[in-house]
């Protein structure tokens, strides 16, 4: 059972990074042109790439901030509906 559920959970992972994945072949194919706008002296066209760049590179971190928020509230709410777990402030006060 666990030798079929290793690749099956392998490709939902990546499915749901898919738009991650997407983000960072845009940041890597922005930089290449750059870099070749660079060669050719293009100081216009390198501005331009890098602000594509950037752009493609915040796109990058707020996918990692949501997704960040996303198992942050999944945790929590784990977290409330289990009796076992009281929260912080249990810890706190049992020192």
């Known amino acids: 059972m666990k030798d079929r559920l290793k690749p099956l959970v392998f490709r939902l992972v ?3 990074l898919l738009p991650l994945q997407f983000a960072t072949v ?6 290449g042109r ?3 706008a660079r060669a050719r002296g293009d100081k216009g066209a390198i501005s331009i790439e890098l602000a594509l760049a950037v752009i493609a590179l ?4 707020g996918l990692v901030v949501f997704a960040l ?3 942050k509230d999944k945790v929590v709410g784990k977290v409330n509906e289990d009796p076992k777990y009281t929260g912080a402030g249990a810890l ?4």
Do not use: S
Request: charge should be positive.
């Open 58 to 61: 915040v796109f990058i971190a």
């Open 69 to 71: 928020v996303a198992l």
């Open 34 to 36: 750059a870099k070749a």
């Open 26 to 31: 845009l940041l890597h194919y922005r930089m």
């Open 92 to 95: 706190v006060t049992g020192l």
């Open 14 to 16: 990546g499915a749901a």
